[in-house]
């Protein structure tokens, strides 16, 4: 009993932090235009480090779940776009990723409704660390624009933040052009695989609400089917 009280409680702790990320993201936009540009770059800076400690949390006390899996790819995403969306008011350069994160988006989900698996591959991950970690610095950049330093270097960086920011917003949009075509490859081949065209689904049973919640939040049914599609995981077995 011991040892399942403190799982669900491993398990609730990853989560929270997931969910975190995900209400953070859809604040973000208020923190940025009331509290200024320096609290919103720390604020970023927490959203972000929170998606690697609930896969650090996760992976530690071996408790990845469906539902976590997904709400980490929700958050990441809407965490994302959000953060493009505020520095595209200002620097237009990162409208073009911030489309291309969309498209990705409509493709995974396309890929999803076919009933084909929408882990991020290699490109995928690659596009998503160097995306994060430029978003950052060009918030950090943005806030330090106020700030009188007298150390050449740093202070001819911030007085290049456009030309820096325009530099971190074209490798962004390179990278993510590739992981694009990698997505729609793999969405291609799930939409004219056979066996996975979501009209298979229709002739099969329905799992019931509690079947579905139960299947979500077990991590030992995640080891079993983690490599299979989630649309799958709505379905009986027979």
């Known amino acids: 009993m011991k040892h399942k009280l403190i799982k669900i409680i491993e398990i609730a702790v990853v989560n ?4 975190f990320r995900l209400i953070g993201a859809i604040i973000l936009p208020f923190v940025y235009f009331n509290k200024g540009t320096s609290t919103a770059a720390i604020f970023i800076l927490v959203l972000f480090l929170t998606d690697a400690i609930d896969g650090f949390l996760a992976r530690t006390f071996k408790v990845s779940t469906f539902f976590g899996s997904s709400m980490d790819a929700l958050s990441d995403k809407v965490l994302n776009a959000i953060a493009l969306i505020i520095l595209s008011i ?26 084909g698996n929408v882990q991020s591959s290699k490109i995928g991950k690659i ?12 918030y950090i950049l943005i806030s330090m624009n106020s700030i009188e330093i007298k150390n050449i270097v740093i202070s001819h960086i911030i007085k290049n933040t456009d030309a820096f920011i325009g530099l971190f917003g074209g490798i962004i949009t390179i990278l993510s052009i590739i992981a694009l075509i990698d997505y729609n490859k793999k969405n291609k081949l799930t939409r004219n695989h056979p066996k996975l065209v979501h009209v298979k689904y229709l002739d099969k049973e329905r799992k019931s609400f509690k079947e579905i919640i139960r299947c979500s939040f077990d991590t ?8 299979e599609s989630i649309m799958k995981q ?5």
């Open 90 to 115: 200002e620097h237009r350069i990162m409208l073009a990723p911030l489309i291309l994160e969309v498209s990705i988006i409509l493709t995974t989900y396309s890929t999803y409704r076919f009933g």
């Open 234 to 238: 709505f379905y009986k077995r027979k």
């Open 127 to 138: 596009k998503t660390i160097v995306l994060d970690v430029f978003v950052i610095l060009s």
């Open 16 to 19: 929270v932090i997931t969910i």
């Open 220 to 227: 030992e049914y995640y080891k079993a089917h983690k490599n």
